[in-house]
């Protein structure tokens, strides 16, 4: 049981917003790949506050897994889609 | 990857991903976590250590994780379906707080963390084939 202010959780659905407004303004496929993991970990704070611990764990496992499969996709095809 | 800091780095960081994924795992019937959750744990220490130290063990266990999987799988169809035919069974359960005193969950929740492990690395090896 996590007992925190209620605005936290506020801030940090803001900052999932921030998130998403981002995708429409950078072009950066490597900078995408950044934004992804900071909402994954955004999200398992998120999860963590809503009382949901092991799904906290499981999003922060596959953030990084899949954030380093992102990455690695990106340097053998290159940061600016066609 | 010919990076020295991060060979040096998680030569020692992979063993306590691995460790902290057996733990989620094992604790699955007190805590929050389980199966899914320690297994991808699992499987990540496990993929950390094959992007960064990885080309050359690849090419022997290569088949191993999607045998493993498959082989769990049948194995949880088998125990299923046993379910239905044989009386109700928890196994021997121990006192209540401590490690195993879950009975067959903690053995359930052993297969199913080794099969998520094995399913994400079978997956993540058809990725890198290619190469």
Redesign the interface.
């Known amino acids: 049981m996590i007992f925190a202010p209620e605005y936290v959780i506020f801030i940090l659905l803001t900052l999932l917003v921030l998130a998403i407004g981002a995708i429409f303004i950078f072009e950066d496929l490597l900078v995408m790949a950044i934004i992804y993991g900071g909402y994954s970990i955004v999200m398992a704070f998120v999860w963590q506050l809503l009382n949901a611990p092991d799904i906290a764990i499981t999003e922060a496992a596959v953030a990084i897994g899949s954030s380093v499969l992102m990455i690695t996709v990106i340097s053998r095809v290159g940061r600016r889609p066609e | 990857m010919n990076d020295y800091i991060s060979r040096v780095v998680f030569r020692y960081v992979t063993l306590f991903i691995i460790v902290y994924g057996f733990y ?1 795992i094992l604790h699955g019937s007190l805590s ?3 199966g ?2 320690g297994g ?2 699992l ?2 220490g496990v ?2 250590y094959f ?1 960064i130290f990885g080309a050359h063990w690849r090419g022997k266990l290569r088949e191993a994780p999607m045998g493993v999987g498959v082989s769990l799988l049948v194995f949880g169809a088998v125990v299923e379906a046993l379910k239905f035919l044989i009386p109700h069974e928890h196994g021997p359960v121990g006192t209540p707080g401590t490690l195993f005193s879950g009975g067959l969950v903690s053995l359930a929740n052993f297969c199913i963390g080794t099969l998520v492990a094995c399913a ?1 690395l079978s997956i ?1 090896y058809l ?1 890198v084939k290619e190469d």
């Open positions: 989620v929050p976590g389980g899914f959750g991808t744990v499987a990540m993929l950390m992007l994400i993540i990725l």
